[in-house]
T-cell receptor
Framework: DAGVTQSPTHLIKTRGQQVTLRCSPKSGHDTVSWYQQALGQGPQFIFQYYEEEERQRGNFPDRFSGHQFPNYSSELNVNALLLGDSALYLC??????????????FGQGTRLTVV | SQQGEEDPQALSIQEGENATMNCSYKTSINNLQWYRQNSGRGLVHLILIRSNEREKHSGRLRVTLDTSKKSSSLLITASRAADTASYFCATDLYNQGGKLIFGQGTELSVKP
């Protein structure tokens, strides 16, 4: 049973460029959430997708956008990259968001470096 | 702002000793989840404890939850060098649809 898979593993981009990160959820999961983890910090919630719609959003600017496809996979897009966007981007998948037993499983992350 | 705060920020012990990490939070939760992270890689799910549970075990892990004090603890018994990692608690807030709020983490070092 494949877990959560993310691609690419590492990425180097230049300031001002745009980037797309991809995530395939754990088999059977229909909800995907994205998190940003700066060095030495805990992950911070970016947004959550369920039924191909953005259901919740954290405190991130509109430069961060996403999409969920009918097969539940998801993309995170970041436009006009800033140096401060350098971080580990984590994707988590789950079932039944908000239920007491809902476990969230994470992928290995994409390390984005903006130069 | 972060909902959870973890204590201590760093912990160094010898193999075979027990390690205890604490997590405090501020608002009502559905559940609290503990994760392990090795060297800035992905998060490995360790254990989930629901808001109506007080204690849960999984192998060498024991988690407690005190909703009156809004705190949780993770105990790793008989630690091994392979347990060296960062440990995070994450709260699934009540009525927040599954958004996880993470603490800053505890960096555990287990020396052989």
């Amino acid at each position: 049973d494949a877990g959560v898979t993310q691609s690419p593993t590492h990425l180097i981009k230049t300031r001002g460029q745009q980037v797309t990160l991809r995530c395939s959820p754990k088999s059977g999961h229909d909800t995907v959430s994205w998190y940003q983890q700066a060095l030495g910090q805990g992950p911070q919630f970016i947004f959550q997708y369920y039924e191909e719609e953005e259901r919740q959003r954290g405190n991130f600017p509109d430069r961060f956008s996403g999409h969920q496809f009918p097969n539940y996979s998801s993309e995170l897009n970041v436009n006009a990259l800033l140096l401060g966007d350098s971080a580990l981007y984590l994707c988590a998948s789950s079932l039944v968001p908000g239920a007491m037993n809902t476990e969230a499983f994470f992928g290995q992350g994409t390390r984005l470096t903006v130069v | 702002s972060q909902q959870g705060e973890e204590d201590p920020q760093a912990l160094s012990i010898q193999e075979g000793e027990n390690a205890t990490m604490n997590c405090s939070y501020k608002t009502s939760i559905n559940n609290l989840q503990w994760y392990r992270q090795n060297s800035g890689r992905g998060l490995v799910h360790l254990i989930l404890i629901r808001s109506n549970e007080r204690e849960k075990h999984s192998g060498r892990l024991r988690v407690t939850l005190d909703t009156s004090k809004k705190s949780s603890s993770l105990l790793i018994t008989a630690s091994r060098a392979a347990d060296t990692a960062s440990y995070f608690c994450a709260t699934d807030l009540y009525n927040q649809g599954g958004k996880l709020i993470f603490g800053q983490g505890t960096e555990l070092s287990v020396k052989p």
